[in-house]
């Protein structure tokens, strides 16, 4: 897998002040900026190609892009009003049906979780999930799994009690074909608001095959809120 999608349009508000005027994906963790790290490790696991999607103050991450060569910018012009699953479909046509790592802009974690991540991809599957299995809480992006570990269902809503770990927001996406089929469904159905893990879900309900792969531990942070990103710049200033 040679390329790679990270979705970064949306408006952060939830980190407001520090995303009032700055995408979240350019907050700072020490020496980098949230996406020139994950650019740094993508190129390091061997990713020739990455396409950005765009949003809110798009130049600002457009103005930070060095290697212009392999690293694309796509905006979604309609980003105040859907959620990170039409960002994904805004890539649809650039990607042609290829396989690719997808990433939402806001995940923080360690090179040796995208490289193990990446040695455990099955292309026969339709996709791959990057799960941490451990006890959640209300916010995360939670899965119910089966005893093969392929998912059920992934959703905010799980009861705590069903949830087997919590969907990082790294994927592979073996199939993009299929996914985007199912994304576009959703989109024509309304489901503007809805996450990536809607149309997963309905994937995993029609018997298609997303295995939920662990992480083993590794050290991640998805930013949403100050504390997160007061816990990321702790857990990877030295890195």
């Not at 791959?128 to 059920?152: C, G, H, W, Y």
Request: aromatic share 10%; glycine share 4%.
């Amino acid at each position: 897998m040679k390329t790679a999608v990270i979705v970064a349009a949306g408006l952060s508000s939830r980190l407001y002040p520090l995303t009032e005027q700055t995408p979240k994906c350019l907050l700072s963790l020490g020496k980098e900026k949230i996406l020139e790290r994950n650019l740094r490790i993508l190129k390091a696991n061997g990713i020739e190609k990455v396409l950005i999607v765009t949003g809110f103050k798009k130049h600002l991450i457009e103005n930070v892009i060095e290697d212009r060569d392999t690293v694309k910018t796509v905006f979604n012009p309609y980003y105040k009003y859907c959620n990170n699953m039409g960002s994904l479909y805004a890539v649809k046509e650039t990607l042609n049906a290829e396989p690719f790592l997808y990433l939402h802009g806001d995940v923080v974690f360690t090179e040796e979780l995208m490289t193990e991540f990446i040695t455990k991809i099955n292309v026969k599957a339709d996709i791959d999930l990057a799960v941490d299995f451990k006890p959640t809480d209300e916010e995360a992006m939670k899965v119910r799994i089966n005893s093969n570990k392929q998912l059920i269902e992934s959703d905010k809503e799980i009861p705590l009690h069903e949830s087997a770990g919590e969907w990082i927001g790294l994927a592979a996406i073996n199939n993009p074909k299929v996914v985007f089929e199912y994304i576009e469904d959703a989109l024509v159905d309304e489901k503007l608001t809805v996450y990536d893990t809607y149309a997963f879900t309905k994937m995993a309900n029609d018997g298609r095959e997303i295995r939920c792969l662990s992480i083993d531990e590794q050290n991640w942070v998805e930013i949403d809120f100050i504390e997160d990103y007061e816990k990321a710049k702790e857990m990877f200033v030295n890195e």
